[in-house]
């Protein structure tokens, strides 16, 4: 393996940012003027605090040659016992997992079932957008345009309505976030590649603008949601309860119809525009009406997830549809594996959660005792200002997926050699 791409990555990296770690500003304010000078310790001071994300990426580095030296991954594949526990958890997954995940609405605190309903929300954008860039190859960077046209179909809706809770807008936005989709997917159908992408993301930016010009939707301010729209208490839980165990069980019914999508012949067309869309159409697959309803399956399952955004927070503004999100879930599910639902999952799930982790890591260390007295002190000193890292953290993780793994966490070999040899 040649050294010399990463030596001058690193060369040109530590040019950029020279100004930024090891000069500072000096204004003198007796002659009004502002100067510049060599701050060495600032530099160490920053290097300092990132001491815990070299750790970490040595460690990612050290499982990775561990697993090109001793196959670990081949090993596992070829297990027998391995491959029949792939195969019962693929026909009798949502038994064992639907009971344990809904009983935890019964004994998590209110902040852990508020933090977990974000996850599932997460992971119903992740699966959706998987459809269209990870089954059949259309990228997509505006998903968060149908995101935030459910939400704010559901918020409009129930000011204007005299009774339109958030289980009548469910269904509703399910069919009118599909004809959205539609609609969106009927002038892109010739356009691939980058140009897809920037139409869709003109849609997204589009969206957001006239949702904060116009007065009927509060403009910048947002929509605040009625209390007779929002989640309620039911059947003895509370409201954060009912969100959790509904988000959850949309999130186990959109699974499902995905999962059967992709194993039936619907599922095949999808993959086979993606493989060569030319080659799918001379032998028959319908390519324009298999493009517009992965389009209309995506942005139909965006738009529910807005209404139970909405639902939970009882709020919505055009900051959920800025472009930060978008990208967002296409990183999630890029980590998790392109064209893998489990995978979409598995990537909202570590993208939400770590870097929310990571911001209450000093203060759980802080609290505990044990922690106190196991972590070292210029540890503990570092994970103070490790959260104010932490999107740079995810960067370098994503780096290192696109090197050694850029078919994601739960992607196929398969899908790696089509990476690799398109």
Not at 26 to 44: E, S, Y
Not at 136 to 153: E, K, M, N, S
Not at 379 to 404: E, I, N, P, T
């Amino acid at each position: 393996m040649s050294w010399r791409p990463y030596l001058l990555g690193f060369l040109g990296l530590a040019a950029l940012t020279f100004p930024f770690l090891w000069l500072q500003l000096a204004p003198d304010f007796d002659k009004n003027t502002v100067g510049v000078v060599w701050a060495p310790l600032h530099g160490l001071q920053f290097f300092g605090d990132l001491s815990p994300v070299f750790v970490i990426a040595f460690l990612i580095w050290l499982g990775i040659q561990g697993n090109r030296h001793f196959g670990w991954d081949q090993a596992l594949a070829g297990n027998p016992a391995w491959q029949q526990a792939g195969r019962t958890w693929t026909h009798y997954w949502a038994w064992g997992t639907m009971p344990i995940v809904l009983s935890g609405a019964f004994f998590l605190s209110a902040s852990s079932l508020s933090l977990l309903t974000n996850v599932g929300i997460y992971m119903l954008l992740a699966l959706g957008l998987n459809i269209t860039v990870g089954m059949t190859g259309l990228l997509v960077l505006g998903y968060a345009g149908f995101y935030g046209f459910g939400a704010y179909f559901f918020a409009l809706s129930q000011e204007n309505l005299p009774y339109f809770p958030w289980w009548m807008a469910v269904p509703l936005a399910f069919v009118l976030g599909g004809g959205v989709g539609y609609l969106l997917g009927l002038p892109c159908l010739r356009l691939r590649g980058d140009y897809l992408a920037i139409v869709t993301l003109g849609f997204a930016e589009a969206f957001r603008e006239l949702m904060r010009n116009l007065d009927v939707t509060g403009a910048d301010k947002g929509i605040s949601l009625h209390g007779n729209s929002i989640f309620r208490g039911f059947a003895g839980m509370g409201s954060g309860q009912t969100g959790f165990v509904i988000t959850a069980l949309v999130l186990f019914l959109a699974v499902f119809l995905v999962q059967r999508l992709y194993h039936s012949p619907v599922g095949r067309a999808w993959v086979a525009i993606r493989e060569n869309e030319v080659a799918a159409e001379a032998v028959g697959v319908p390519v324009v009406q298999m493009k517009l309803l992965a389009f209309s399956l995506s942005a139909a399952i965006a738009a529910v997830a807005g209404v139970i955004y909405g639902a939970k927070d009882g709020f919505v503004s055009p900051a959920m549809c800025e472009f930060q999100q978008s990208i967002m879930v296409l990183a999630m599910v890029i980590l998790g594996g392109l064209g893998n639902s489990y995978g979409a999952l598995l990537g909202a799930a570590l993208l939400y959660l770590v870097p929310e982790y990571l911001k209450v890591l000093p203060s759980t260390i802080q609290d505990n005792a044990l922690l106190r007295t196991v972590v070292p002190s210029f540890v503990r000193d570092s994970f103070q200002h490790l959260s104010d890292y932490r999107l740079l953290l995810f960067g370098a993780v994503m780096v290192l997926m696109m090197l050694y793994r850029p078919q994601g966490l739960l992607g196929s070999r398969r899908r790696k050699t089509e990476m690799q040899h398109p």
